[in-house]
């Protein structure tokens, strides 16, 4: 009995030590299966667009993501985009519906640089992503709370940023914040995810912020209504579902 | 007995209300616009050309997963009183007119079986990669009434059947029992009467022989006067062998979009196929010309393709291929101008020959910077082009560019008629000083000619659901070029608002 309690002691201080020395990769994929072990989602979402801590616009849509790359989006308000829909598939593949032409356009990834209706979200971030597939993480610093980490592009990766600063909580591997820089090395802006709620074990933001450090904007993604990992088909994700008026 | 058929009604209704658990609740959204433009160019006289507030309703209802409905209503209020006569002035419908447009009023089947649905009813359909011009959309005819619209489609009534078997694929199958014409400009009414317009003839010899005799009356403006023709236009009617019919699969491979499609059916334009002239009677020292005019729509099948994707090697330019080989009916015009000119030949040839021919639309857009977008466009025939001897070239540029949070919006668009031989024949000018003024000038070889259309708009949306949209729409070009000729129409400004939920 007694040798079996020093065993116990043994395994649980062998664990503990393998946790405190995991590296920095390690640490950014474990936070990244809170993302890639989630199948599918579904939600509604209420984009807030500010400036100078005014309220510009809020745009609503439901989102349905099904793996790392499936997303459809349709958006219910305001008017001037109520009725669009955009569908985007594996390898950037990406098309809008255009309700008053009642028409699906196939978009080219270009248009990514115009940002997302107006806010300080970018296509990109309206996606689940894995950066452990694309960076390589080092460790600025941490707290007992928290590691902040820096990460930069993995040569020939298709890495959309030169730079980016992830805070990962140490409680589930939440990714809280995200600072982006320019090619200059300059803050370009900040995201903060926060209100995380459990899903079966995996812990899914319900805000996202975005804070621009060349504007005085900010935008704010809130999700109300999460399903998740409900088996979403593939069929979902196609241009024959993209033409209905749903 | 009466117990089978307690026990179908209790099965009954279970589905009924299996199928109401899973309905949504049904979805409206409303909008409100009014357009109001000024013809300020190539007009006897600037003013107000539209007045137009439009109410648009649209409800959609999910009863269930397999089932939904959608409709949609337009109220458009034309802004303009239509009669003059002391007691058409007591109906409202002649002091406040409007007009009923519906886009859509269709029953979605969704998921038959597996990948196949069907919509059923009045709906739009819009084939081609291309923007706005699209030689493989021919199921919808062409609202060509609204010049800034560019030939939006209006809905019809059809069947359409969409299967997809496996990954991208997917075929498309689509009934429309009777045939639609395009809605055409009022301009087309002026363009009927502008006797420099070309003759549509497919042959240049039957061209020239109808501009000599033209030259008779287009060189003595004093002794004849043109009066607005009677046009009468043949309708294909409402018979099996009329139904149109359109086929079209579609796939993804390497990156890019690819479709093949076929149609069977008519040209929704109108081409003439008879034209009789007489003077019948006499005004002073002018002789009245009257003409009485005939207008068909000719057959014609369409085999298309397109293709769409972005290319890699130019940062990811948006690049598109669309084109339509056509196979057209022939249709014979006749022009007897015997009453008018005594001793002349009847003139008979194709106004078009069933030579194949084809229509393309290559494009590129891109993001050179966050806030501007460059869309290009060569357009190879337009849109209300037809036949092989009629088709010209084009180019379609738009700047695109949206600043403060997208509240502001500047596009500037525009369109060139590539330069053209104009192959006309040089008339007899006893004049030998022949001006843009002469009356006869159209009808003229005028060497290459050339046109432009300028679209510069500028668009405030202040909160969202509003939308403020100011703009002009200007044509230049000689009298035969394809944007200066009278049916181009007017040059205009408008000012357009629309608000909804």
Known sequence: MHRWSSLAIVAGLFLALKAQALTPQQILEKSDENVTKVQDQQYDASMAV??????????TMTIALKGLYKKLIRFTGPSDVKGMSILTLEDGIMY???????KI?????HVKEQGFMGSDFEYDDMAQSALSSFYNAYLIDENKDEWNLKLTPKPGSNASRSRLDVTVRKEGF????????TETGAKYKTQIRSNYQNFSGLFLPQRIEIISHISNHKSVLDFTNVRSNKGLSDDMFTKRVLMREE | MIRKAIRASLCLAGLVVAGNALAEDPKFGLNISSDIRADVDRVDKPGFSRN??????????KANEHIELVAALDAVFIGFTQDNKLMGLTDRTNVDPFRLESDAAYVDLLDIAKGLDMRIGRQIVQWGAADMINPTDNVCPDDLSDPLKFGKNIANQMIKVDYSPWGSMTFTAIWVPVFRPAQLPVSVNAAMTDATNEFPFASPQARARGENLRAIWLDNPDTYDLRTPDVDVDVPDFSFDNSQVALKAEWEAGGWDMSLSYYKGFDDMPVLIDVKSTVDVMEGEKLGVNSAVKMAYPRMQVLGFDLSGQLPFLDNMGFWVEGAVIFPEKKLLSIDLTGVVPGAEVITSPVVDDNPFFKATVGADYTPISWMMLNVQYVRGFIDEFGAYALGNYMVGVVDTKFLSD????????ITQLPRKDDDIDLPDPALGLTRDSPSYGAHDNGYITSYVFFPQVMVNPWGALEIIGGGYFLFGPKESKFGQIGAGSSLVFLKAQVGF
């Open chain 1, 105 to 109: 356009r196939r978009v080219a990834s």
């Open chain 2, 52 to 61: 137009e507030n439009r109410v648009e309703g649209k409800v959609s209802y």
């Open chain 1, 50 to 59: 500010f400036e100078n801590g005014k309220l510009l616009k809020t745009v």
């Open chain 2, 407 to 414: 509240r502001l919006g500047i596009r500037v668009a525009g």
């Open chain 1, 96 to 102: 809008v519906y255009l309700p008053t032409y009642k």
């Open chain 1, 174 to 181: 939440i990714t809280n914040k995200v600072t982006v820089y």
